[in-house]
């Protein structure tokens, strides 16, 4: 079973209108998504949508291997650390950083794991997504930082030197995906420049339309991930 974590942009996505949307209980709390019998979509903000701080990102990640995910794709959007890096690119990581919020399972148990993402899967979902995006990078590093405001300056201006692209939620579904052993790879949207990267910076509107553009791109992604599978 494939299971494809998204955010608030694919909650009224096409490709899901169809798809029954069920609860199951966790440890954590319950857990709302949809599904078609074969694979599962989850919305990971929730029905209510809260903000990427407040994601109950262990109750998703158990309801997922509960549900018998056996991979996990990630669709996260992003914003650009390098001014090569144009809003409209696609990255897929293949490391992070996440030094302020580090989220597990083993709060009780002495138990380690070496974070390392999903090499093998991340290849297969690059080989998809290069039949449907132009500007696409495999390889880089994700900096998660809390949120719920967006960096500083002067945060980007050391941040920089560091990393390629910043979120605030893939590092901990990956981190929980990897506790539990379930090979879990992310497609990264580039929306947005971060604060202060470049002189004139975007407008609402340009990462609107941005975000837009990349979403039906996205879907398209997503659509050949549910028919063809990942083997």
Same mark, same amino acid.
């Given at each position: ?8 942009? *694919? ?80 990255? %897929? ?19 380690? %794991?070496?974070?390392?993402?999903? @090499? @093998? ?54 981190? *929980? ?9 992310? *497609? ?18 340009? %990462? ?7 979403? @039906?791109? %996205? ?13």
């Amino acid at each position: 079973m494939i299971c494809i974590i998204g955010g608030t942009s *694919l909650t009224n996505s096409k490709i899901f209108s169809s798809w029954k949307t069920q609860q199951i209980k966790t440890t954590y709390g319950v857990v709302q998504y949809k599904t078609d019998g074969k694979s599962v979509f989850l919305q990971r903000h929730g029905k209510d949508s809260v903000p990427p701080h407040m994601i109950n990102h262990r109750a998703n990640i158990q309801a997922m291997k509960d549900l018998g995910a056996e991979k996990i794709i990630a669709i996260n959007s992003v914003g650009s650390l390098k001014a090569a890096l144009k809003p409209g690119t696609f990255m %897929i990581p293949d490391d992070f950083i996440s030094l302020w919020q580090i989220p597990t399972f083993f709060d009780n148990d002495m138990k380690f %794991i070496v974070p390392e993402m999903d @090499k @093998k899967l991340g290849k297969l979902l690059c080989d998809i997504c290069k039949k449907h995006i132009a500007h696409l990078r495999f390889g880089g590093t994700y900096i998660q930082t809390t949120g719920p405001r967006l960096e500083t300056k002067a945060e980007i201006r050391m941040l920089k030197g560091y990393g390629h692209i910043i979120g605030m939620t893939m590092a901990s579904e990956a981190t *929980l995906s990897m506790e539990y052993g379930i090979p879990y790879a992310s *497609l990264c949207s580039i929306d947005n420049y971060c604060n202060g990267l470049v002189k004139v910076p975007l407008t609402m509107q340009e %990462i609107t339309d941005n975000i837009a553009k990349n979403i @039906k791109i %996205i879907e398209g992604v997503i659509e050949m991930l549910i028919t063809r599978g990942i083997p």
